[in-house]
């Protein structure tokens, strides 16, 4: 069984950095591609960025793209992803997971076996 936990989140003012990190436990974490994803109140769950297996790929939602970096560090069990310039339509709660396609990024939040709790993010205007 893979445990995440999601920390980082917080409220920031638009144009600040943030960083969220999801620790994994109960697994082996050099084999799984990851992804993180956010839901805000009343709208689905939402893709925004993934890591393949390696590090060696990585993929991101266009709205974020050029402002957040996804990253990983398998001998730390980890996975991290930078926020910057954020802005206030970045709020939401965001989710750490792992993938049943371990070679492949995929954006569909069925194809995520294991969920951490998430972390609330909320940037003012």
């Known amino acids: 069984q893979v445990q995440l936990v999601e920390s980082g989140g917080g409220l920031v003012q638009a144009g600040d950095s943030l960083r969220l990190s999801c620790a994994a436990s109960?697994?082996?974490?050099?084999?799984?591609?990851m992804g993180w994803f956010r839901q805000a109140p009343g709208k689905e769950r939402e893709f925004v960025a993934g890591?393949?297996?390696?590090?060696?790929?990585?993929f991101y939602a266009d709205s974020v793209k050029g402002r957040f970096t996804i990253s990983r560090d398998n001998a730390k069990n980890t996975v991290d992803l930078q926020m910057n310039k954020v802005k206030p339509e970045d709020t939401s709660v965001y989710y750490c997971?792992?993938?049943?396609?371990?070679?492949?990024?995929?954006?569909?939040?069925?194809?995520?076996?294991?969920w951490g709790q998430g972390t609330q993010v909320t940037v003012s205007s």
């Open positions: 997971a792992v993938s049943v396609r371990p070679l492949t990024v995929t954006r569909l939040p069925q194809f995520y076996a294991y």
């Open positions: 109960g697994g082996t974490f050099s084999t799984y591609t």
């Open positions: 890591i393949t297996y390696n590090g060696g790929s990585t």
